[in-house]
């Protein structure tokens, strides 16, 4: 094999992998020039979305042991 062959070294489905995977880079569609500030948008809003579920989701778990402890619910261990 030449020195410029790209498959130097690699078997018969190695090569056809690497061929078939120079095609799709080299047919890959450009960004559009809004896609990055569109993710960057979509990025901000999602976390402020995730930190209030997460921040609602804590203080639900606080509001059901708190009533837990009041109450009384839970079953303490019999001393023998």
């Known amino acids: 094999m030449s020195d410029t062959d790209p498959t130097d070294g690699l078997n018969p489905s ?12 080299a047919g890959a569609p450009r960004a559009s020039e809004s896609l990055t500030p569109r993710v960057i948008r ?3 809003w999602q976390f402020v979305v995730r930190r209030l579920l997460r921040n609602t989701g804590a203080l639900a778990g606080s ?18």
């Open 63 to 80: 509001l059901v042991i708190g009533a837990d402890l009041l109450l009384g619910l839970r079953r303490r261990p019999r001393k023998p």
């Open 42 to 44: 979509t990025a901000r």
């Open 14 to 25: 190695e090569a056809r992998v690497r061929t078939l995977l120079e095609q799709l880079t």
